[in-house]
């Protein structure tokens, strides 16, 4: 495990600042004849593992704020990462008084023990029960502030596939996804080669990555376009067939499997195709051109991905839905899972999905900014925050080898991570390796840059990456 030393700086100021607090508290209580913090319970812990916290508040009097002032100045910590905030105060479960928010800054860092309404407030923690919970919150900040910044970055870009001549001259518009199929072939799917420039909020050659699409005089174009390991094209499939592209994923039997999130009513989009080998339209989920919330719509399904035993799974997230639908092989409805919100099992805008090696199914929850983890069945497994705010997902599942793409985080939306692409294990959650976005000083001044959807050669070598807003494809070696 790599950290940075800021990180470290972090953890070691608030364990210096809860050390003093725990003997200011020692001290008022022993001058009030009231018991310490640091004495054992006499209040029962639950079978469950959760502790009564006890009221603390700070010291009231001038000269109660005078010995805070003094002894225990407030610390400001807004360039530090949150994440090691957020384990800190979950692990000490508000026993230090220190209140910890995303923002980072701490507003509390000292309370005393006081009667409320006659009755003795005792602290809920014994001295063995802080000292095991100090070291949690050391270890689980440890991993959390393992950041971006702190990985390694063992790729060099090289050319990448680009469209035949006869297609757009050889010139990429907006593509939103890119995926390898089982022959190690590479499959693209884009918006059929267009770009909508002019916005006064896109950055200079950068679309808008919103109103593109396969509609009108671009209709002609295949938004499916195949090539070799060596970039040369091969084929190309789907013209006509969707309205504006969104998700897509290559099973292990080749079949390509795409979403539409166009609404045309009665005609076009909000549905899933199957595509066989060859191209060929042979299943489609949902009812063209009609949104709903049944066993039968979709509203704007964003992402699918289909299981070795051929489960399909449809993450029908790009509209208000926020729900995962589980269909059989044959495109029977099986279950569904999923509202709107942020606890777990919850989605705001589920953007895409990946399978690991354990059939897991792995969540983009980017308006979450987490990736979640649910068995096939949808029991909540885990949720990894450290992996940005995810727009694609991959999984390699011969190596387990997780990449997520981040193309949306600035200093307004998702503030303090970085765009790239976050490499790591499906089976651990441990970050490894982190690619910067090209664009990453226009963070602040795009909406979205950098790749939404994202892939890896079999052996992990080789790394795609399908630009939105820059309309690119990229490809990195490593090294």
């Not at 001058?31 to 812990?45: G, I």
């Not at 602290?123 to 900040?141: E, F, G, K, N, Q």
């Not at 970039?231 to 006509?240: E, L, T």
């Not at 549905?271 to 009609?290: F, I, N, Q, Y």
Request: aromatic share 8%.
């Amino acid at each position: 495990m790599q950290l940075s030393w800021d990180s470290l700086w972090t953890v070691g100021k608030y364990l210096l600042t809860l050390s003093h607090c725990a003997r200011h508290t020692a001290r008022m209580a022993r001058r009030a004849n009231r018991p310490s913090v640091m004495q054992d319970s006499t209040e029962p812990v639950s079978n469950s593992g959760d502790i009564t916290v006890p009221k603390l508040s700070r010291p009231r009097g001038p000269r109660n704020d005078a010995i805070v002032r003094d002894r225990l100045p407030h610390i400001h910590t807004t360039h530090q990462p949150w994440a090691a905030q957020y384990a800190l105060a979950r692990a000490w479960r508000g026993a230090s008084a220190v209140r910890l928010h995303r923002a980072g800054v701490v507003r509390q860092t000292c309370g005393h023990m006081e009667r409320t309404g006659g009755t003795r407030i005792v602290s809920a923690m014994s001295l063995a029960t802080l000292t095991s919970r100090l070291v949690v919150a050391c270890l689980t900040s440890a991993v959390l502030v393992t950041s971006a910044e702190a990985q390694p970055n063992p790729y060099e870009r090289v050319d990448a596939p680009v469209p035949p001549p006869h297609l757009n001259d050889g010139r990429w518009g907006e593509m939103i996804q890119v995926r390898v199929g089982p022959e190690g072939n590479i499959y693209v799917y884009h918006r059929c080669f267009k770009v909508v420039l002019g916005d006064p909020n896109v950055a200079p050659g950068h679309s808008d990555g919103l109103t593109a699409n396969c509609l009108g005089r671009w209709s002609g174009y295949p938004p499916v376009l195949k090539f070799s390991p060596t970039g040369a094209f091969i084929d190309a499939f789907g013209a006509g067939l969707v309205g504006r592209p969104h998700g897509f994923s290559v099973d292990h039997e080749g079949n390509m499997w795409l979403t539409d999130v166009a609404v045309i009513p009665g005609e076009m989009g909000a549905v899933v195709h199957k595509l066989d080998p060859a191209g060929e339209l042979v299943m489609t989920l949902g009812r063209l051109g009609t949104v709903g919330q049944d066993r039968e719509t979709f509203n704007r399904p964003a992402s699918v991905v289909v299981a070795e035993n051929g489960d399909i799974f449809v993450a029908d997230g790009e509209g208000p839905n926020n729900r995962i639908v589980k269909f059989s092989s044959a495109g029977r409805y099986l279950t569904e899972w999923g509202t709107t919100g942020s606890g777990p099992g919850q989605f705001s805008t589920p953007h895409d999905l990946a399978i690991d090696s354990q059939g897991r199914l792995f969540v983009g929850d980017r308006g979450n900014s987490r990736i979640q983890i649910f068995e096939p069945d949808g029991t909540f497994v885990a949720e990894w925050r450290n992996f940005g705010r995810p727009s694609g997902i991959y999984i390699n599942r011969a190596t387990d080898t997780l990449y997520a793409t981040d193309s949306t985080s600035n200093s307004s939306t998702n503030p303090g991570v970085r765009r790239g692409i976050y490499i790591g294990s499906a089976r651990t959650g441990e970050l490894q390796y982190f690619v910067p976005d090209p664009d990453l000083e226009l963070a602040d001044h795009t909406r979205i840059s950098g790749a939404s959807g994202i892939t890896s050669s079999h052996d992990d070598s080789v790394i795609y990456a399908a630009d939105v807003a820059p309309f690119q494809l990229r490809k990195y070696q490593r090294r």
